[in-house]
C-alpha cells in the first residue's frame, strides 16, 4: 500500500534507540519474569489512569477474564456487554463461564447505549461491562449510577481508549475493575503482546495479582487455582518508554480526526464519528460509516489506500455463538454499524501529504 492503514514499523521507530538500551538492560539484569520492569510500568500505568493499582498480564483477553474472576463472576451469572464490540469481550464473560447479554450502541457514537441498559437487567445479572470503542469513552456517569442502583460490578474494556475521559476523569478509572490490552496496534501498544487490569480496590489488586501467577502469591503456595497470565519484564521495559510519549500521540490522533472532520464534512453519504457530550476519543480508530461502503474500500484499495472494517460481522451472528440463539435482525444498530462502517488510516505519524490524498480519493469516488 502507498499509504498504509498502519505501519508499526514507523509506529516504533521514534523509540528504537530507547529500545536497544533497555533491551541491554533487560539481559544484563538476569531477571526476566515479574522483576523490576513490570513493577515499574505497572506504577506508571496506574499513574496514568489515576488508579491505585495496575497489575500487568499476558494480554487483553485475559486482563478481561481476570477482572472477571477477581470479583467471582462464574458460571451462570449474566454480564451486560455491548453488542456492538470486537468479540474478545465477550469471549472473557464465557471463558469464566457467565453469559454475555448484548445491549446496543448508540448509533452516533458506537458505544453502549445506557438508557438500554436497565432492561436487561435481571435476578442473574452481576456486572456490566461497557467497551471504549474506537478510542471513545462510554458515558460512564450514567453507567456507574444503574451499577449503584443494582449493586453490580462495572468491568471497563478499555483496550482502545487508553487516555480518553468522561467528565475530565479518564478511562480505566471508573470502573471496580478493568482490563486494558498492549496489542501492537494499539495507541500504546508492545512489541509482542501485553495487558493490564486497573483498579482502586486493594483487595480486586492482589486477587488478579494471585491468580495471574498460579494462584500463587508466595512461590510453591497456591491459594487458588490460577493461570499462568504474567507480562513479560522486556515488554514492560518497552511500554514504560512509549508510555511518556502517549499523552503527545493520542493529541496528535485527536489532530488527524480533526483534519478528516473538516475536509470530509457533506461528502457523499458519509457519516463521521460523533462525540457524547463530556466524552473524549483517543482516536485509536476512524471510524466513518456509507451504505457505499464495500465499493468505497475497493475503490481506496484500487489506489493503494488501505483501510480496514472494524468489525465486520457482530459477535452475536459469530458462529462461535450460534447457541444463544441470537438471529440476524436480532440486534440492528451493530449490524448496521457492521455492514456500513470503515476505519480510514490514522496515526500519530500519518503526513497531511497522505491525509490529503486519502481524502481527495473519497471525494473522487463520491
Not at 280 to 303: C, G, K, M, N, P
Request: glycine residues 6%.
Amino acid at each position: 500500500m502507498k499509504i498504509p492503514f498502519l505501519n508499526l514499523k514507523e509506529l516504533n521507530k521514534p523509540f528504537e534507540q530507547e529500545f536497544e538500551q533497555a533491551y541491554k538492560d533487560f539481559i544484563a539484569s538476569g531477571w526476566y519474569i515479574l522483576g523490576e520492569k513490570v513493577k515499574s510500568f505497572e506504577n506508571e500505568y496506574a499513574d496514568f489512569n489515576t488508579t491505585s493499582h495496575a497489575i500487568g498480564v499476558a494480554n487483553g483477553l485475559d486482563a478481561l477474564i481476570l477482572s472477571l474472576k477477581a470479583l467471582n463472576i462464574a458460571v451462570g451469572d449474566e454480564v451486560i456487554v455491548p453488542s456492538n464490540t470486537y468479540i474478545a469481550s465477550w469471549l472473557a464473560i464465557s471463558y469464566v463461564g457467565a453469559i454475555p447479554i448484548p445491549v446496543e450502541p448508540r448509533i452516533e457514537t458506537y458505544n453502549i447505549n445506557p438508557e438500554l441498559i436497565e432492561a436487561a437487567i435481571t435476578p442473574k445479572t452481576k456486572a456490566i461491562m461497557p467497551v471504549h470503542l474506537y478510542g471513545q469513552i462510554c458515558e460512564m456517569e450514567a453507567i456507574m449510577k444503574i451499577a449503584d442502583k443494582h449493586k453490580l460490578f462495572v468491568i471497563e474494556d478499555n483496550a482502545q481508549s487508553q487516555g480518553a475521559t468522561y467528565k475530565n476523569k479518564v478511562s480505566g478509572s471508573w470502573g471496580h475493575c478493568n482490563g486494558t490490552s498492549f496489542y501492537p496496534g494499539k495507541n500504546l501498544g508492545a512489541l509482542g503482546d501485553g495487558g493490564a487490569v486497573t483498579t482502586n480496590d486493594a483487595k480486586i489488586a492482589r486477587n488478579v495479582s494471585v491468580i495471574r501467577n498460579y494462584g500463587s502469591e508466595k512461590k510453591y503456595y497456591n491459594e487458588v487455582k490460577g493461570i499462568n497470565s504474567r507480562l513479560d519484564e522486556l515488554q514492560a521495559a518497552f511500554l514504560s518508554i512509549k508510555l511518556r510519549k502517549l499523552g503527545e500521540d493520542n493529541k496528535k490522533r485527536q489532530e488527524v480526526a480533526s483534519y478528516y472532520n473538516e475536509h470530509l464534512d457533506g461528502v457523499g453519504d458519509l457519516v463521521l464519528p460523533a462525540l457524547a457530550d463530556n466524552a473524549t476519543s483517543v482516536f485509536h480508530l476512524y471510524v466513518i460509516r456509507t451504505h457505499q461502503r464495500d465499493a468505497l474500500q475497493s475503490y481506496l484499495t484500487e489506489h493503494r489506500i488501505g483501510t480496514m472494517i472494524h468489525y465486520p460481522i457482530p459477535p452475536h451472528l459469530q458462529k462461535a455463538y450460534a447457541e444463544l440463539g441470537h438471529k440476524k435482525g436480532a440486534f440492528p444498530v451493530a449490524e448496521d454499524i457492521a455492514e456500513t462502517c470503515l476505519s480510514l488510516p490514522i496515526s500519530p505519524y500519518i503526513s497531511k501529504e497522505d491525509l490529503k490524498q486519502v481524502i481527495n480519493h473519497i471525494k473522487q469516488f463520491f
